[in-house]
């Protein structure tokens, strides 16, 4: 069994993480429930954080907080001075309740609308990411009739694509994201935003994709958009001030998965942007990144309850949760791979293949495919392992099975980050039905 930060197993196999036992916690909280080892939050955002600083480089490491969303996470992100990418107006509004400093926050998005835009001008945020030429009109109508300045960056598509799954790969020409940088695109939205009395260009974004296990693909569009960079200072006299390239660092899902550790993606990206910052004569840039996946994915374990068992003689043995793609539904939708483990049992023998279903009333509903467990029992808990990224974000009611609860653990202490949904939360925004019925005769 592969071990994620803090996660031990005491002598009567109970999984333990950040110091407190994982069966405590179901019994406290009930399941299912996403617990957070914020050690291990802590350890990664130091990991980028602390490359840069080393190394002497000003820098912004931007947590992308569309992988787990909500007050208490932007808040202990604030705690160890990330910086926040949010993309839509319900994530901005959630940081700002939480009290994150407007100054250190991004905004993303393909089709900000109009409201969103204002919100982030009536926050003051630090940075919008400017995805296309509407959004550039836009910005223009708002700056203008306030008379209030925004930083901005520009996204570009610099056509590098990273190896990774298809469906979530965002760097390549073909794309909804940005400018494209090589069919002159780009150039005309910088030219539309250069001289604009409010809006002030700081450089380029570019975000190439998910799950990256390597560096060539940062160094390559690093090189592209400082080529880019060059052309305009020499055209027009641009300095740019920072370049942002993305998140998309790899985590460990399973034993296929071989991440890198943080500081050798920012070592490497440091080296890239420094050879082009000779090759072009320009000044050194901030370096900003975007980690998502990579702070909160791995500290994450969903902890679920079996239930019913079925087998399918000579074919499969399913064990069904009480949770499933209603709180995870990358399987389904990426065919996303996990371990896990039974909690209660997790120093037991695993000579049993499973395969795990959730509740949902949809035959793709399936968590893992053929995993190798312990003897699983109705009653038993099973920890899925990595699921701390895209899970509680993508959550959905599907079924109006209530989101789950979410817990924080840190040295043997635990609290409540989202209470579980009630029955009663469901139907909150429901309103009865009272247009008139027209008469059956
Ligand atoms: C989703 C996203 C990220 C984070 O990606 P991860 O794979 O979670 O690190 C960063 N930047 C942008 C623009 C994104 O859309």
Wanted: hydrophobic content about 35%; glycine content about 8%.
């Amino acid at each position: 069994m592969h071990f994620y930060g803090t996660q031990s197993v005491t002598n009567d196999g109970h999984l333990m993480i950040g110091g407190v036992d994982t069966v405590e916690l179901s019994r406290t909280y009930g399941t299912p429930l996403f617990i957070y080892d914020l050690e291990l939050i802590r350890k990664r955002a130091r990991g980028f954080i602390d490359t840069f600083n080393r190394l002497g480089i000003k820098a912004e490491v931007a947590y992308a907080s569309k992988a787990f969303s909500c007050i208490a996470i932007y808040q202990l992100a604030n705690e160890e001075r990330l910086s926040l990418d949010v993309v839509s107006g319900g994530e901005l509004y959630t940081a700002i309740k939480s009290g994150f400093p407007a100054e250190r926050i991004h905004f993303h998005g393909n089709n900000k609308s109009y409201a969103e835009l204002e919100l982030a001008f009536d926050t003051k945020i630090g940075c919008i990411v400017v995805d296309n030429f509407y959004e550039i009109e836009l910005l223009k109508q708002i700056s203008e009739a306030r008379k209030q300045p925004m930083r901005i960056l520009l996204r570009v598509t610099p056509g590098v694509e990273a190896h990774t799954h298809d469906f979530i790969t965002t760097g390549q020409a073909d794309s909804k994201f940005g400018f494209d940088l090589n069919n002159g695109q780009a150039d005309e939205a910088f030219q539309k935003v250069v001289n604009h009395p409010y809006i002030q260009l700081l450089g380029l974004h570019c975000h190439i994709g998910s799950q990256i296990f390597e560096t060539d693909g940062f160094s390559l569009a690093a090189g592209k958009l400082m080529q880019k960079i060059s052309i305009w200072k020499e055209q027009n006299q641009f300095e740019c001030t920072v370049l942002n390239l993305g998140g998309g660092f790899g985590i460990r899902y399973t034993e296929e998965d071989h991440p890198l550790e943080p500081q050798v993606y920012v070592e490497e990206m440091i080296k890239t942007v420094q050879e082009n910052v000779k090759e072009y004569k320009l000044s050194m840039p901030e370096i900003w990144i975007e980690p998502g996946r990579s702070l909160v994915g791995d500290a994450g374990t969903s902890l679920y309850t079996i239930g019913s068992q079925k087998t399918v003689p000579n074919i499969r043995e399913y064990i069904a949760v009480d949770g499933g793609m209603s709180d995870n539904i990358r399987p389904a939708l990426y065919d996303a791979k996990y371990e896990a483990t039974i909690a209660n049992k997790a120093n037991e023998q695993r000579n049993f293949t499973y395969t795990v279903a959730g509740k949902l009333c949809e035959s793709g509903d399936k968590l893992i495919i053929d995993g190798v467990l312990q003897k699983a029992e109705p009653g038993d808990l099973l920890a899925v392992f990595c699921t701390g990224a895209y899970g509680y974000s993508m959550a959905s009611n599907y079924n109006r099975v209530p989101r789950p609860a979410v817990v924080f653990v840190e040295s043997g202490e635990h609290q409540l980050a989202i209470q579980r949904e009630s029955y009663e939360d469901l139907v909150q925004n429901d309103l009865p039905f009272t247009l008139n019925k027209v008469s059956v005769k």
